[in-house]
């Protein structure tokens, strides 16, 4: 399906024309927002055709990969938000957002972007599990010990939407990829093609939601939230390479450790601190969306090798 393809390419395009359009124009996209999660079921479902009980079973007999992206997210994130706020004099408030931001769990953007990206999506989806698990007790720990502040995470809530967003959706599509196999391989540009106008359609409705925001943020915060991003992918990529992970498991080790679960970190700045302090999650929401479909986009084109890198040879 070479149409699909075409346009499955240009991914980066779309999503920066859309999020420009939504800031621009917001009314055009506000009145979606009723939307977002089913269109984030529908492309956990598309995810899922895709997939097979194989894919999880091969996650299960190599937990490394798993153990690295978890402890580098709790461990990456959460510091380089405090080392951006303090490098560029964040108020409190606002550093505060920050670091919710980064002891926070992947969000789900991350097994997208691993798909779109040509990365392991069981291996992503299973990291973004298992960190959402630990972040019931790693999130307020780590605002604690950070901040000197404790919170409550909503722990049933948590789990109950992972369940129905991610989980249910996707266990969904690996039975039917089971019973329907060869058909499905057919059509997977397709199912790529509509998991893209989704993800690029909820973009512009954060844009949209968060337009008001963005104007008022100024520069100062739109750069640390990039730098914390950009720091995360960067770390999540070159340390699993440094530990012989191949191309294609950093590629997914990256984008579970630089894309946050910034919803909730929103949500909790909301009920616990100030509406300041959910500023950075707002705007995070907005930007590791099109950080992660530029990333996507660019490895798309790029080989991934299942191979390990090779060891430097010394000079003799």
Same mark, same amino acid.
């Given at each position: ?30 009145? &979606?927002?009723?939307?977002?999660? $089913? @269109? #984030? /079921? ?8 895709? *997939? =097979?009980? +194989? ?19 709790? &461990?990456?994130?959460?510091?380089? $938000? @405090? #080392? /951006? ?8 408030? *606002? =550093?505060? +957002? ?219």
């Amino acid at each position: 399906m070479p149409i699909f393809e075409r346009i499955n390419r240009l991914f980066p395009v779309w999503a920066i024309l859309l999020a420009v359009i939504a800031a621009l124009v917001p009314e055009l996209f506000t009145g &979606l927002a009723g939307y977002i999660k $089913a @269109l #984030l /079921v529908i492309i956990m479902f598309a995810m899922g055709l895709t *997939l =097979t009980k +194989g894919d999880f079973a091969r996650v299960v007999k190599s937990p490394k990969p798993i153990a690295v992206g978890v402890i580098l997210q709790f &461990l990456v994130m959460p510091l380089a $938000a @405090l #080392l /951006v706020s303090r490098v560029l004099g964040l108020s409190p408030e *606002l =550093t505060i +957002g920050m670091v919710l931001v980064g002891a926070t769990a992947g969000g789900t953007s991350s097994n997208v972007m691993t798909w779109l990206a040509g990365g392991h999506v069981a291996l992503s989806v299973s990291m973004t599990m298992v960190s959402t698990l630990i972040s019931v007790v790693a999130t307020p720990l780590i605002t604690l010990l950070l901040l000197g502040q404790s919170i409550d995470v909503p722990v049933l809530g948590m789990l109950l939407s992972i369940a129905q967003l991610v989980v249910a959706p996707i266990v969904l599509g690996v039975v039917i990829h089971h019973l329907l196999g060869t058909h499905i391989q057919r059509v997977e540009p397709a199912l790529a093609t509509l998991a893209m106008a989704s993800i690029v359609l909820i973009i512009a409705i954060v844009v949209a939601l968060n337009a008001g925001r963005l104007s008022t943020l100024g520069p100062i915060v739109a750069l640390a939230v990039i730098a914390h991003n950009g720091i995360g992918l960067a770390a999540g990529y070159g340390l699993a390479r440094a530990l012989r992970f191949d191309t294609r498991t950093a590629r997914t080790i990256a984008f579970e450790v630089g894309l946050q679960n910034s919803g909730l970190a929103v949500t909790l700045a909301n009920q616990f601190f100030t509406a300041g302090a959910a500023l950075p999650g707002a705007l995070f929401s907005v930007w590791h969306n099109v950080s992660g479909s530029l990333l996507a986009g660019y490895w798309k084109r790029r080989h991934a090798s299942n191979a390990p890198p090779a060891a430097s040879t010394p000079r003799g």
